[in-house]
Each structure stands twice: as structure tokens, then as C-alpha cells.
């Protein structure tokens, strides 16, 4: 029998954050600012904006005000991945006495978590 997927599914809300993420300037390594966010839909979107440059914009007192040019957010998308291994251990692998691990099937599943 064929499973239903998202991948024919028709009407799926789209997910997009609520937040805009500022990418610049930045001190910190790109891992230290990923942050976790939950996500609702197979394909998660998010926008970015940037600070603009540093310029000299200063005016003498009673100057007329000058408008600058403004540039949207980025919007961003990705697409999110499942990610299935599976193991198995016999009855008897698991009820023989071991060294280091109360089963086997527990150890091979705490080094599948990693």
C-alpha cells in the first residue's frame, strides 16, 4: 500500500518566522548563532537583514533632513530533512552478560543518538 506524503499533498501552510534575523556585523563564529526554532511545514522560510554601512551623515544645525535608500529584508528558505537509521539485536545478543552496558541494544542505541 502507497503512503501519503507532504510531498503530494495540496494546501500546506507555509512557515515563516516571525522573527528577522540582523547578519551583520558579526564577531561570533556561525554556529554560535544558529539558533533552534520548531517548525511546522517541510519548507521553513525566515528573513535577514543586514545593517547598513557606517557612512558621514552629519549635518550642521538647521540643515534640511536628506532621505537615504532603503532596502528590504531577505527572505531565506530551507527545507527540512528527516533523518532515519535503524539497528537491530538479537534476544540472545541482548540476554548474554556483558562487559561495560547493561544490553546491547541500549549501547548500540546510545551511539545512534550522538
Known sequence: MAT??????????????SLIAMISPTATPFQ????N??????????????????????????????TITISP???????CQIIAEAFAVSGTADAVKTHGRATETAYQLSKTLN
Open 73 to 79: 529584508t531577505t527572505l531565506r528558505s530551507n527545507t
Open 4 to 17: 501519503y506524503t507532504t510531498y503530494t499533498s495540496v494546501g500546506q501552510a507555509e512557515d515563516v518566522s
Open 37 to 66: 526554532e520548531k517548525t511546522s511545514a517541510r519548507t521553513f522560510e525566515w528573513m535577514e537583514d543586514a545593517l547598513r554601512a557606517s557612512a558621514d551623515n552629519k549635518k550642521v544645525e538647521g540643515a534640511d533632513a536628506s
Open 32 to 35: 554560535s548563532m544558529v539558533k
